[in-house]
């Protein structure tokens, strides 16, 4: 399974971008194409959704959307064409707080998810949902939090040691001083 790609942006259509690495053009689903720019350098979380005829990527900017994408596609009757739309207008934790609030007319909201669905949401992730404010700044660790994923460390290992690593250091020395503590 592919984690994430880091490439260049090269075109925006309604529903995906093409990010080109290495010379190849990936196209990807994203919720909001129109939030990157053309030219950008960027890295896309992704999902490999892989059916007997069809081989798609879907994107994420964050791994905290992706792991929620993740969790809502496995709720029945929703499938990925219809949670990816929902973080175009919705935010992570927007999306959350209504499941965790059990706030159906929320949920609505977006594209076909009716009031059936919404309450199968509810009733399939209430309370399974973490939320990451209690996270030592999460965002000052996504890169190592990938490095660590890639090579095997379960999340619940990857936070435990996350608070004991310096943010301001670059990159090389947050994974060299990850590894130290993992291997204690």
């Known amino acids: 399974m592919l984690n994430y790609i880091y490439g260049q942006v090269v075109m925006q259509e309604s529903n995906y971008i093409v990010l080109e690495n290495n010379k190849i053009g990936y196209t990807i689903y994203v919720a909001n194409p129109f939030s990157y720019e053309i030219g950008q ?4 979380y992704l999902y490999n959704q892989v059916r007997e005829e069809e081989y798609t990527l879907f994107g ?3 791994l905290e959307e992706r792991e929620l994408f993740l969790k809502l596609i496995n709720v029945k ?5 219809i949670a990816m739309p929902m973080f175009a207008t919705g935010s992570v934790k927007g999306i959350k707080d209504a499941i965790d609030r059990e706030n159906v007319l929320y949920l609505t ?6 009031e059936k669905l919404a309450r199968q949401i ?9 939320h990451k404010e209690d996270d030592v700044a999460s965002g000052d660790f996504e890169d190592l939090i990938s490095v660590l994923e890639s090579l095997g460390y379960k999340n ?5 040691v996350l608070p004991k690593i310096n943010a301001s250091l670059d990159i090389e020395l947050q ?5 130290k503590l993992m291997l204690k």
Request: net charge positive; charged share 40%; hydrophobic share 45%.
């Open 156 to 160: 619940s290992e990857i936070k435990k």
């Open 41 to 44: 350098e960027i890295r896309v």
């Open 60 to 62: 994420f900017k964050t």
């Open 109 to 114: 909201k977006f594209p076909k998810v009716g």
């Open 77 to 81: 009757g929703l499938g990925a064409r």
């Open 122 to 130: 509810i009733l399939d992730l209430k309370g399974k949902l973490a």
């Open 175 to 179: 994974i060299k001083e990850a590894l």
